[in-house]
């Protein structure tokens, strides 16, 4: 993807790191990635759909978006046990027999130097 003077985009910016995490997370490399745009007025992608295919036939679906009025992170994994959800420092768990809630730091709160959001 060339970038033009309008910089990079949310693909540029924050793809990479959603498609190393997604692989990290489920122990996967990514066999194949497709991905829709989404292009503000000026010339950057301000959305992005990806979807990747992993090694053993699982799939990965990532959102990107700068569209909204507050900064937001949000990470859910789906398989056959049940679901884990991270939202802005809410991490849950649900299986079909139990859910569980704790509290983790919100790295949406502000800041962009990565060594307060990787901590």
Not at 13 to 21: I, Q, S, T
Not at 40 to 57: F, I, T, V, W
Request: proline fraction near 3%; charged fraction near 15%; hydrophobic fraction near 30%.
């Amino acid at each position: 993807m060339p970038i033009g003077p309008a910089g990079g985009g949310i693909l540029y910016d924050h793809g990479p790191h959603a498609c190393y995490l997604a692989c990290h997370l489920t122990g996967q490399q990514a066999t194949s990635v497709s991905c829709t745009l989404t292009t503000g007025a000026n010339g950057a992608d301000h959305a992005a759909q990806l979807g990747l295919r992993l090694a053993n036939g699982s799939t990965a679906e990532i959102t990107l978006s700068w569209y909204g009025t507050t900064r937001t992170s949000s990470y859910e994994l789906t398989g056959a046990h049940g679901t884990v959800r991270l939202r802005n420092g809410l991490l849950e768990f649900a299986a079909p027999t139990s859910t569980s809630r704790v509290r983790t730091e919100d790295h949406s709160a502000g800041g962009h130097a990565r060594k307060r959001w990787t901590d």
